[in-house]
């Protein structure tokens, strides 16, 4: 799949949250309601803006494929947590180890650039609303999430690229709960001094970039708001919701990817990346649905 040096390793041990059994235990229940609860939630939101007319517009289309990236998102590392609580052999093969380093690089990217997106389209609807509908049209839409998810393939692509043609000779255990590639590289036997540039380099401009627009756009909308007379809090209460799911992604992602060495510890790393991986596509679509009485109708319509 990708080309790489010879190696010893054929599989990967992975530590996990806990070596004691009981609260394995413990943590699988957990973990398993959360797991539930985020495909329940995002399946729902998806199929409320797929079926509900008033919900036919760029704003949702955003929203419904960022419920269908969480989706993946979780489900590349929590069906493996999982089943890691309950085996005694907590393994993950090499190959199996490389795809979900690819679709978590290749998920997180894409969500980095929709969230993006999703702070130009409020952009637009709040500053420029009567040509709304015409610079995002649905059209326009469908290429902004094609776009986002082919940038995040090609950027993990060769992420993946420089990662796996390294050669990893053994030890093979990891401290974590699922493959991440810091980690992959502290276990190789060649030089990474590339793959170390690589990594702060494209951390921090895949990072900054998408935000920088964000705060620009918000920028803008705050000067914006501030000038409205009547109604400016309901102008920007479609705001909100985003600003909440921008602050919780770029937040945790930044400090685990942009922050000294010195701050870095295996314990801290695992709960900051249970809180990104398990914890925040649980939350997104409560956010979103919390501050918006369309999407809540919508919701309820399809449970009742």
Same mark, same amino acid.
């Given at each position: 799949?990708?080309?790489?040096?010879q190696?010893?390793v054929?599989?990967?041990?992975l530590?996990g949250l806990?070596t004691d059994?009981?609260i394995q235990i413990l *943590?699988f229940h957990i973990?398993?309601?959360?797991?539930?609860?985020t495909?329940?939630?995002n399946a729902?939101?998806?199929?409320?803006v797929?079926t509900?007319?008033?919900?036919?517009?760029s704003? @949702?289309y955003f929203?419904?494929?960022?419920?269908?990236?969480?989706i993946?998102?979780t489900?590349?590392i =929590?069906?493996?947590?999982?089943?890691n609580?309950l085996?005694?052999?907590?393994?993950i093969?090499?190959?199996g180890?490389?795809?979900q380093?690819?679709f @978590?690089l290749? *998920?997180?990217? /894409?969500?980095?650039?929709l969230l993006a997106?999703?702070a130009?389209d409020?952009?637009? /609807?709040?500053c420029?609303p009567?040509?709304?509908?015409t610079?995002?049209s649905?059209? =326009?839409?469908m290429?902004?999430?094609g776009g986002?998810?082919?940038?995040g393939?090609?950027i993990s692509?060769m992420?993946? @690229?420089?990662?796996y043609r390294l050669?990893y000779?053994?030890?093979?255990?990891?401290?974590?709960?699922?493959?991440?590639v810091?980690?992959?590289?502290?276990l190789?036997c060649?030089?990474?001094?590339v793959?170390?540039?690589?990594k702060?380099?494209?951390?921090?401009?895949l990072l900054?970039?998408?935000?920088s627009l964000?705060?620009i756009?918000y920028?803008k909308i705050?000067?914006?708001v501030i000038?409205i007379?009547?109604?400016?809090?309901?102008?920007?209460s479609t705001?909100?919701?985003?600003?909440?799911?921008? #602050?919780?992604f770029?937040?945790t992602?930044m400090?685990?990817y942009?922050r000294p060495?010195?701050l870095a #510890?295996?314990?801290?790393?695992?709960?900051v990346?249970?809180f990104?991986?398990?914890?925040?596509?649980? *939350?997104?679509?409560v956010i979103y649905?919390l501050r918006?009485?369309?999407?809540q109708r919508a919701?309820?319509? *399809?449970v009742?």
């Open positions: 799949m990708y080309p790489r040096n190696s010893s054929i599989e990967f041990i530590i806990s059994p009981s *943590l973990f398993l309601i959360i797991y539930v609860s495909l329940a939630g729902l939101l998806i199929v409320a797929r509900d007319p008033r919900l036919h517009n704003m @949702y929203l419904s494929s960022l419920s269908f990236l969480d993946c998102y489900s590349i =929590v069906p493996k947590m999982l089943e609580f085996s005694l052999k907590k393994t093969s090499f190959t180890c490389a795809l380093v690819y @978590y290749f *998920l997180g990217e /894409a969500e980095c650039i997106f999703m130009y409020r952009f637009v /609807a709040i420029d009567l040509r709304y509908n610079i995002m649905s059209v =326009v839409c290429w902004m999430i986002s998810w082919l940038t393939c090609v692509s992420d993946m @690229y420089f990662t050669s000779c053994g030890p093979n255990v990891i401290n974590h709960f699922f493959c991440e810091p980690l992959l590289l502290k190789s060649s030089d990474i001094s793959n170390n540039i690589i702060v380099v494209g951390g921090t401009v900054c970039i998408p935000l964000i705060l756009s920028f705050f000067a914006a000038q007379r009547s109604g400016s809090y309901k102008a920007f705001c909100i919701s985003h600003l909440v799911v921008v #602050t919780i770029y937040g992602a400090f685990m942009i060495k010195q #510890t295996e314990d801290t790393d695992k709960m990346a249970v990104y991986t398990v914890i925040t596509p649980t *939350l997104n679509p649905s918006n009485k369309d999407v919701m309820k319509r *399809l009742g």
